[in-house]
């Protein structure tokens, strides 16, 4: 009889533990969907494995390869513990001390919170291990000195928590927070000075050097060059298929945002960037590239 009254026990106790690791990831699945990790973190091509790195991305500065953030204990984050990820997410910090680029856009994750992290850090570890090795990025002197970004960080980065608006509540603060932290929109959509890093004053405003060399649009909603003319309907719907308002569809990087990402939330998060994006400041930018010049 107290033997299985011990069996009842340990059943009892397990079982809710177990549903809130399952819940762990399932969460941490959704906020890495928010995050846009696979769409960095997976190579190009029909048989490459999700998050197992190699993701090409050209920039000015040079070429940057994402890599493997699978459990595999070699090649990628098997051996991470949970506060050296956070860390990682926090303040642009490698496993082994060294400094990050921000190409890995902790510039923007350093809002995330806490509670997402961890659920996030739950998903990747959750995921089939792949033996894919990482791929060295092809940078030219001196954005090759990778100690430099000390520097760099000194100048141009600032580390902090998502801090929501005293004045705004609800989808505004939830559509912040997806924008800012989460989906770090402004690390693609605003202009980048010398040093690489975004011009505060430009945010969201779009830039002409997108990954891959491609102009990337304003996104603020300025009647001329920006979303003025869209309204919350079409921003919604275009964050779930891609589809523009005038029956157009998006390309490239930002296609795989919405196929791997934004598409797969909650109708009520996508409203609640859309609300957010609205609320922005208006800025008149029309990004393109420049003429080529005459011989």
Request: charged letters at 20%; a positive charge; one cysteine or more.
């Given at each position: 009889m107290l033997a299985r009254f011990a069996i009842l026990l340990v059943a009892l106790f397990a079982l809710p533990a177990a549903g809130r690791g399952d819940e762990l990831v399932a969460r941490g699945e959704y906020l890495a969907r928010a995050a846009g990790c696979q769409s960095c973190h997976t190579a190009n091509g029909p048989n490459a494995v999700p998050f197992a790195g190699g993701r090409k991305l050209a920039t000015p500065k040079g070429v940057f390869y994402g890599p493997n953030i699978t459990p595999d204990?070699?090649?990628?984050?098997?051996?991470?513990?949970?506060?050296?990820?956070?860390?990682?997410?926090r303040?642009?910090?490698?496993?082994?001390?060294?400094?990050?680029?921000?190409?890995?856009?902790?510039?923007?994750y350093t809002k995330i919170a806490d509670d997402d992290a961890r659920a996030i850090f739950a998903y990747?570890?959750?995921?089939?291990?792949?033996?894919?090795?990482n791929k060295a990025h092809e940078l030219p002197f001196p954005y090759n000195i990778r100690m430099a970004m000390a520097a760099w960080k000194w100048l141009n980065f600032k580390p902090g928590a998502f801090v929501p608006a005293s004045d705004a509540v609800?989808?505004?603060n939830r559509g912040a927070?997806?924008?800012?932290?989460?989906?770090?929109?402004?690390?693609?959509?605003?202009?980048?000075?010398?040093?690489?890093?975004?011009?505060?004053?430009m945010a969201f405003a779009g830039t002409k050097d997108g990954p891959d060399g491609k102009v990337v649009p304003n996104i603020?909603?300025?009647?001329?060059?920006g979303i003025d003319g869209w309204s919350t309907k079409d921003l919604v719907y275009f964050l779930d298929t891609g589809l523009l308002p005038d029956g157009d569809s998006t390309g490239g990087l930002m296609a795989e945002v919405i196929?791997?990402?934004?598409?797969?939330?909650?109708d009520e998060d996508r409203q609640a960037i859309a609300i957010y994006l609205q609320s922005l400041k208006p800025i008149k930018h029309k990004p393109k590239k420049d003429s080529p010049r005459a011989p």
């Open positions: 204990p070699r090649h990628g984050i098997g051996q991470w513990t949970e506060a050296e990820f956070l860390r990682a997410l303040l642009g910090i490698r496993r082994d001390g060294a400094h990050l680029y921000p190409v890995f856009p902790y510039t923007s990747l570890k959750s995921l089939p291990a792949s033996p894919t090795p609800g989808a505004p927070y997806l924008v800012e932290a989460l989906g770090h929109c402004g690390e693609c959509h605003t202009k980048r000075d010398w040093w690489g890093a975004i011009v505060p004053a603020t909603p300025d009647p001329e060059t196929r791997n990402g934004t598409g797969k939330l909650a």
